[in-house]
Nanobody, 122 residues
Framework: QVQVVESGGGLVQPGGSLRLSCVVS????????MAWYRQAPGKQRESVAR???????TYADSVKGRFTISRDNAKNTVYLQMNSLKVADTAVYYC????????????????WGQGTQVTVSS
């Protein structure tokens, strides 16, 4: 069974930094694409960043140059380094695993974590 667990959220002042972590168990992690999403109160969940199994990355325009997604396949972990945080970055951040299996074409399932709260406030 695939499990996705985020950590690292908290309260930070504008201009500060946080690093979120997401550990995935129950899958061949290195084959997965991984992503971070966020949802602010009263708003729809939106994509923040994605890292593909080969290491390429994409970012939402609102976080380009401030956030960095990375992965450590040996630790089954994906990270989101968030710098120059703004009040507008306040949201629950979710990790999503696009699970692949060796020898099987395509994504076999999508799994979400429970979310971690990030609050940017002075």
């Amino acid at each position: 069974q695939v499990q996705v667990v985020e950590s690292g959220g908290g309260l930070v002042q504008p201009g500060g930094s946080l690093r979120l972590s997401c550990v995935v168990s129950g899958s061949a992690f290195s084959f997965n694409d991984m992503a971070w999403y966020r949802q602010a109160p009263g708003k729809q969940r939106e994509s923040v960043a994605r890292i593909f199994s080969g290491g390429s990355t994409t970012y939402a325009d609102s976080v380009k140059g401030r956030f960095t997604i990375s992965r450590d396949n040996a630790k089954n972990t994906v990270y989101l380094q968030m710098n120059s945080l703004k009040v507008a970055d306040t949201a629950v951040y979710y990790c999503k695993a696009y699970v692949r299996e060796p020898g099987i074409a395509g994504i076999i399932g999508n799994y979400w974590g429970q979310g971690t709260q990030v609050t940017v406030s002075s």
